[in-house]
């Protein structure tokens, strides 16, 4: 290595260690890298598949393919029991917002009062409809909580507006 000045004063370090050939694989693992930083994750898997190739033939290929693949399958179990456990934590979370004989009562704009949430058999409008995991997963998520006033689903971007004007029980 050595140092140059360039018409600027400023150095820059230059590498002149030109002894080292690159293989195909280290043009192809480069071309990847760019590949990736120009946001071509497709293109820069090819060209990694092609890198593995001429490093190990077919057979590292399929080596490799194989053991992504059983990698992904347990990831996506891991993913399963994480959303399971989330949603009964949602659940319980749920049951605790909402005391036994509790329903919560909404007014609309004309002073009509209705049960929002739960009906005489505690069901939410969500289950009868069949849509009862959309709560669940609006809760786990974070996109939304629930009140523990009312017991309703609210989104956490309208928590302020939902305690100052919407909660039945404030």
């Not at 598949?49 to 001429?54: D, E, N, Q």
């Not at 190990?56 to 053991?67: C, M």
């Not at 009509?112 to 959309?134: M, N, Y």
């Not at 709560?135 to 996109?143: H, K, P, Q, T, V």
Request: proline fraction near 3%; hydrophobic fraction near 35%; charge should be negative.
């Amino acid at each position: 290595m050595h140092y140059a000045m360039n018409g600027d004063s400023e150095a820059e370090m230059m590498d002149t260690d030109s002894s080292k050939p690159t293989t195909p694989r280290d043009d192809f693992l480069a071309a990847a890298r760019r590949l990736v930083d120009q946001g071509q994750p497709s293109q820069a898997l090819q060209a990694v598949v092609m890198a593995m190739r001429t490093q190990g033939g077919d057979e590292a290929v399929i080596h490799i393919l194989n053991r992504t693949r059983e990698l992904y399958k347990r990831r996506i179990q891991e993913t399963a029991s994480i959303d399971q456990l989330a949603s009964i934590f949602a659940e319980c979370a749920i049951t605790e917002a909402q005391p036994l004989g509790h329903e919560p009562i909404s007014t609309d704009l004309f002073g009509t009062k209705e049960r929002v949430t739960v009906d005489a058999r505690g069901i939410s409008i969500l289950e009868k409809s069949g849509r009862s995991q959309i709560m669940l997963d609006a809760f786990a998520d974070g996109s939304s909580f629930i009140c523990l006033q009312c017991g309703g689903l609210v989104s956490t971007h309208r928590r302020d507006e939902h305690y100052a004007y919407w909660c039945s029980n404030m």
